[in-house]
């Protein structure tokens, strides 16, 4: 209750300070502040614990989903009331930073599994190899992996995820098109069903780790990875160049987030989108007809391995409730619930096919993607590595540098960084 | 004083009288056509903030509308995008800020106007010189004093830091009010047992209201719309203002552009509001300059 | 009387002075030390001398920091000075709805610029946007301008934004520095027969020095510190061309949690407005004798 009760105390303070003022100030001054019962508020019973948890997952089904999962862990743990604060994507990692070096983090954080290492070696987050480090085997190896920081264990995956194509079944049907397979065919669909008020396609562009979840994949198709980025990150680059000079695909792109694509493919202004799992139940509940395909091959299939881990924080008020709901979260029983409902891919070797969604044709894509899904795992400098990926893809879809010079200069940074 | 050159203008025909008409009539309408594309963006905040999904993507757009659609407003006022706890904290924010900056500044101008010493003096171009820096440049340093005091994340670290843009422009502003105060009146208060406090609460204060109301709704809008130590002094949403929550939104519906727009026009509102009621004052004090924070 | 003036500002001196004096001088504290986000976390900041000044100035994006503001400064400068001139002298005369005209026009300064920069955001959309409409509508364009995912268009699009905020500003001001102007003299002046352009080079524009150049130098320092209306319409971007000063500092030090660095940039970037407001106090002073 730690960050609460010192906020509330402090704007106790604030209001008697006003209070008292306003009391010496001129009788004409008329003050409507109304906040004196603030400070009552203050002291609240001690037995109750209040777990602070902060995520990004505050729309759609991952956040009826996690609402599920809470109460689940609610009901099993009376005395622990769970406050989530939900944070967009790009602004939670900031979010976390800043808090914590604001000296106010919360006790629980679900964060993306790329940053975890990054948090971790920020001295932010409580290590818990005593309590879980043995888990090791219920996981599968690469969210097992985002969690350890020399040798030690900072957290539990959530889920994962990858991204892949969706397409708007009407519009294909219409032009009597397949959902493409290969880069050609990716290009000359897309083209085909741009139109003045429509696009080909629409992704993800933005500048922060979303635009290189996004971007990172087009690499690895190529065959290619990030020490190669120099001449494979060109031929990607110049890709995505193409379905923009083509009007495939709107430039603007570069500033879409993830939801912002799907608001395009919502609203029928992008025939496809890249996307992942969690958007499954958003586009059933919007009515949409739609399918989904594994993303288009290059030299070779690949796709982007994503999701969350929970962990816990060095200077949480609740350290000991936090553990507790991070060991829910990712049990079996928590772990199902919020996959279920969010159409989340599980972590936990055990939930193999066992998932609600399991038996869903679209959900099996996904599934069956995870062969071809590579994680970023690249080492402590992951994130600078990151910024130098988002930036020549902004400068190749603002038309700033050329593809083959924003992938030079990207290499140059990247390859000193790389383990 | 102006009597003598006004001659002529009397003396002119009727028909140039008539031309001077039209002409006023011409300049009227092209001012209002200026105020119409001058405000065209506040239409189409609103316009948009009407529209559908579908709508507000429609090539080419509809000017009007086509059916009206609240469900914007209705996911504002709901807990969705946080909207009614922003409003509340904006409230809280942009009130203290008004009462506090009446609270230090008035003191403070009369005695920079009446009461001129070297430390008054050197008080003057240290808030004239302050009111010229980016906030960007006193929230970094602000952001490390309020983490060491465990501030971070409170109404009182944004509160306080808000009036470092309020508090220089009151005193500016008021400063010349208490000036023009007639010294007389306040010698014979005096005379007639009022305290020096005494005086300046009951005689001086009411005498120059209109000065107080206009830094007082300053005070309020200029908090209102801070964005700069809001966004850099707190990281828990619960106590953010509506301009944070605005970027907040816009970092992940970027598109959602009626619910952007309706939640713009809900942080506008009070805005306009105050404006329209306070505009006598407001626009008088603008006209003196020295604003703009 | 000196001691009651000190206890009258009293509350302002010890506000200046906690929240304004020392955190300018902590900043510059902070500016010689391995401030980031681990120390800070941990509390022990080490003396490390000029080097945070050496590494932003060897930043080249530091540079290109400087050069943005520049053009965003002087382009926001001349246009609303000059827009703002011209609808000062439109509005000089009285004609009907003169008043509530001019009281519209100042929506703009009155909005927050959170609002505004959101608002523009929508209406500079590439792809929906109701400017790109009216453009082509109106035979301007063939192909939807880009404005924001274009580095030049996203540059001058945050200048329009500025300027719907400044030029009603910059109206109001010079509007009272004509109507300060003695109507006898212009009358003299067509009464020796000179036209309405030398009225203006001869009259108005030398009687209006004193006013322009207070609306100049208080028009530099604002522009300037610009910092939500930029970083609202375009985080600074793309890439980072529109990454003025008040942003490169802002992302050095709430991105990267580069607080000695930051710091250090902030201290550079207030050198313009520091030595801009000696000029500013002095003529304070002299309109004052």
């Known amino acids: ?419 | 004083m102006t009597t003598p050159p006004t001659t002529p203008r009397a003396a002119r025909p009727p028909m140039r009288r008539s031309t001077a008409k039209r002409s006023a009539a011409l300049k009227s309408a092209i001012a209002w056509l200026i105020a119409a594309a001058y405000l065209f963006p506040v239409y189409w905040m609103i316009n948009t903030s009407l529209k559908t999904g579908k709508d507000m993507f429609a090539v080419p757009p509809q000017m009007v509308p086509e059916d009206l659609y609240l469900g914007s407003y209705a996911a504002v006022f709901s807990p969705t995008y946080g909207i009614p706890q922003a409003f509340l904290n904006s409230t809280i924010i942009a009130t203290s800020v008004l009462v506090l900056t009446l609270l230090i500044a008035i003191p403070a101008s009369y005695a920079v106007a009446r009461l001129r010493g070297r430390v008054t003096t050197s008080m003057m171009i240290m808030l004239t010189v302050v009111q010229l820096l980016p906030a960007i440049a006193i929230s970094v340093p602000l952001f490390v004093m309020f983490r060491q005091a465990g501030l971070i994340n409170s109404y009182l670290s944004m509160i306080l830091a808000d009036i470092s843009v309020t508090l220089p422009f009151a005193v500016i502003l008021l400063r010349p009010y208490f000036k023009m105060f007639p010294y007389e009146v306040e010698e014979a208060a005096r005379i007639d047992g009022l305290s020096a406090i005494g005086t300046i609460i009951r005689i001086v204060i009411p005498t120059i209201r209109p000065g107080i109301i206009m830094i007082g709704s300053f005070a309020f809008l200029m908090a209102w719309g801070e964005f700069t130590f809001a966004l850099t002094l707190t990281t828990e949403q619960s106590i953010q203002p509506l301009t944070v929550a605005l970027n907040r939104i816009i970092g992940q519906y970027g598109t959602a552009w009626n619910d952007l727009m309706a939640t713009a026009a809900v942080i506008a509102a009070p805005v306009l509001i105050l404006f329209i009621v306070l505009q006598r004052y407001i626009v008088a004090g603008l006209a003196s300059g020295a604003t703009k924070g | 009387m000196r001691r009651l003036g000190l206890a009258l500002a009293a509350p302002a001196l010890i506000y200046i002075a906690v929240f304004l004096a020392f955190p300018l001088l902590y900043n510059f504290y902070l500016s010689v030390t391995d401030a980031q986000g681990a120390n800070l976390i941990s509390g022990s900041l080490q003396f490390i001398g000029a080097a945070n000044y050496g590494t932003v100035l060897a930043d080249p994006e530091f540079w290109h920091s400087g050069l943005l503001s520049l053009i965003f400064t002087v382009a926001c400068l001349v246009l609303q000075y000059v827009f703002g001139f011209a609808l000062a002298l439109f509005f000089r005369k009285p004609f009907p709805g003169n008043g509530p005209i001019r009281a519209l026009l100042l929506v703009g300064w009155i909005l927050p610029p959170v609002v505004t920069a959101t608002v523009f955001r929508w209406v500079f959309d590439t792809d929906y946007g109701v400017l790109n409409h009216f453009m082509t509508t109106l035979g301007l364009i063939d192909e939807p301008v880009r404005w924001l995912s274009q580095g030049a268009t996203a540059m001058i699009a945050v200048i329009i934004a500025n300027l719907w905020v400044g030029i009603p500003f910059n109206m109001l001001l010079l509007l009272s520095g004509l109507h300060l102007i003695d109507d006898s003299l212009y009358e003299a002046a067509s009464v020796d027969g000179a036209s309405r352009w030398r009225q203006f080079t001869n009259i108005t524009y030398p009687l209006m020095a004193p006013v322009s150049i207070s609306v100049l130098l208080l028009g530099v320092i604002n522009t300037y510190k610009v910092f939500d209306l930029i970083y609202t319409m375009t985080r600074g971007g793309p890439v980072n061309s529109t990454t003025t000063l008040p942003i490169y500092t802002y992302l050095e030090t709430f991105s990267f949690f580069q607080f000695g660095t930051g710091a250090a940039a902030s201290a550079l970037t207030l050198i313009l407005p520091l030595a801009l407001s000696y000029f500013y106090v002095k003529s304070l002073n002299e309109e004052e004798r």
């Open chain 1, 1 to 419: 209750m730690g960050n609460s009760t010192t906020k509330w105390r402090t704007f106790g303070i604030a209001a008697l300070t006003l209070a008292s003022l306003t009391l010496t100030a001129c009788g004409a001054n008329q003050d409507t502040t109304g906040t004196a019962p603030a400070s009552a508020t203050a002291a609240g019973s001690s037995e109750e614990v209040v777990l602070e948890v902060w995520d990004y997952l505050g729309q759609g089904a991952s956040h009826t989903a996690m609402e599920s999962a809470v109460a689940a862990f609610e009901e099993a743990n009376p005395g622990i009331t769970v406050k989530r604060t939900s944070f967009a994507y790009g602004d939670l990692a900031k979010a976390i930073v800043q808090g914590g070096v604001g000296g106010s983090v919360p006790d629980v954080a679900i964060v993306d599994v790329v940053d975890t290492q990054n948090f971790a070696s920020l001295g932010l987050l409580q290590d818990v190899t005593e309590q879980v480090g043995g888990l090791a085997s219920d996981f599968y190896e690469g969210p097992w992996s985002s969690t350890q920081v020399g040798g030690k264990t900072y957290g539990l995956p959530l889920n994962s995820n990858n991204l892949a194509l969706y397409y708007n079944k009407d519009m294909f049907d219409g032009a009597g098109l397949e959902a493409p397979t290969t880069w050609d065919e990716l290009r000359s669909t897309a083209k085909a069903l741009s139109s003045a008020d429509t696009a080909g396609i629409a992704m993800s562009g933005v500048k922060n780790e979303q635009g290189t979840f996004q971007f990172l994949p087009f690499l690895w198709q190529t065959g290619g990875d990030l020490d190669s980025f120099d001449t494979d990150g060109a031929t990607a680059l110049q890709f995505l160049k193409d379905l923009v000079d083509d009007g495939s695909m709107s430039s603007s792109v570069a500033n879409y987030s993830q939801e912002d694509a799907r608001t395009q493919f919502v609203n029928g202004k992008a025939a496809m989108m890249i996307n992942g799992p969690w958007e499954l139940q958003n586009l059933k509940e919007a009515g949409i007809n739609y399918g989904v395909a594994p993303l288009a091959a290059g030299e070779e299939p690949a796709t982007g391995l994503g999701g969350e881990n929970v962990v816990t924080f060095a200077q949480a008020a609740q350290p000991e409730a936090a553990v507790q709901f991070l060991e829910y979260l990712t049990s079996t029983e928590g772990a199902q619930i919020y996959c279920d409902e969010s159409g989340q891919l599980s972590s936990r070797v055990d939930l193999e096919g066992k998932l609600a969604l399991s038996s869903d044709p679209d959900m099996q894509v996904f599934e069956a993607q995870m062969a071809s899904a590579h994680a970023r795992a690249y080492g402590a400098k992951y994130n600078e590595i990151s910024a130098a990926v988002q930036e020549s893809l902004q400068k190749v879809l603002t038309g700033a540098a050329s593809p083959a010079d924003a992938a030079s200069e990207a290499a140059q940074t990247i390859t000193p960084l790389l383990p």
